[in-house]
Structures are given as structure tokens and as C-alpha cells.
Nanobody, 116 residues
Framework: QVQLVESGGGLVQAGGSLRLSCAASGSFFRLKAMGWYRQAPGKQRELVATIFSTRITNYSDSVKGRFTISRDNAKNTLYLQMNSLKPEDTAVYLC??????????WGQGTQVTVSS
């Protein structure tokens, strides 16, 4: 399994932007897929975006066109560029990674708060 550490969260006004990072230790090149999830208070954890080793990406309908997921294999880092943020994007954002042995790892999360 890899260890994942998120960063880049914070407080931003509606319409603003943030870029989240997820630094991975271990064998980054063995990761078949990586993703960003979010969990708001009192709500279930939901998938935000996924990127596969083939570079194929998927997004939830709620963020499509506003968020961009990417990975830098040279830096062992996953990113989530978030633009046109809305108050409903407020949540703890967590990254995860699935390796070639189908082991799933999670980070601890980073708080994103969007004020209206």
C-alpha cells in the first residue's frame, strides 16, 4: 500500500479556485487508479473524480466542467484543480489510490470551505 497526504485546502469565496495535492509514497507507477472523494457534514462520502493509469478521467456531474484531476508521475502527486467553487463544494476532500494488487489506500483529507 501507499501512503497518501493531501494538502491545499482552505477557505475561499464562491467563484474562487483552489488546487489540491495528494502526495504519495511508495510505488506510484503501480497505481492503477487514483481518485478524489469528498464528505460534507452529515452526508455520505461521494466520488468527485477518478484518473486511471491510462489517463482516462471520470467526473461526477456536480463538478464536471469546473474541476480537473491530473497526476504527475515524476512527482508522485495527484492534483485536483477546482475552479468556480460553490458553497455546496464545502467538504473534506480525500484522495485514494488502487494499486496493482487491488489494495486501496486513503489519505486523511483536507478541508475545503467555500463562503457565499
Amino acid at each position: 500500500q501507499v501512503q497518501l497526504v493531501e494538502s491545499g485546502g482552505g477557505l475561499v469565496q464562491a467563484g474562487g479556485s483552489l488546487r489540491l495535492s495528494c502526495a504519495a509514497s511508495g510505488s506510484f507507477f503501480r497505481l492503477k487508479a487514483m481518485g478524489w472523494y469528498r464528505q460534507a457534514p452529515g452526508k455520505q462520502r461521494e466520488l468527485v473524480a477518478t484518473i486511471f493509469s491510462t489517463r482516462i478521467t471520470n467526473y461526477s456531474d456536480s463538478v464536471k466542467g469546473r474541476f480537473t484531476i491530473s497526476r504527475d508521475n515524476a512527482k508522485n502527486t495527484l492534483y485536483l484543480q477546482m475552479n468556480s467553487l460553490k458553497p455546496e463544494d464545502t467538504a473534506v476532500y480525500l484522495c485514494n489510490a488502487l494499486d496493482s494488487d487491488n489494495l486501496l489506500s486513503w489519505g486523511q483529507g483536507t478541508q475545503v470551505t467555500v463562503s457565499s
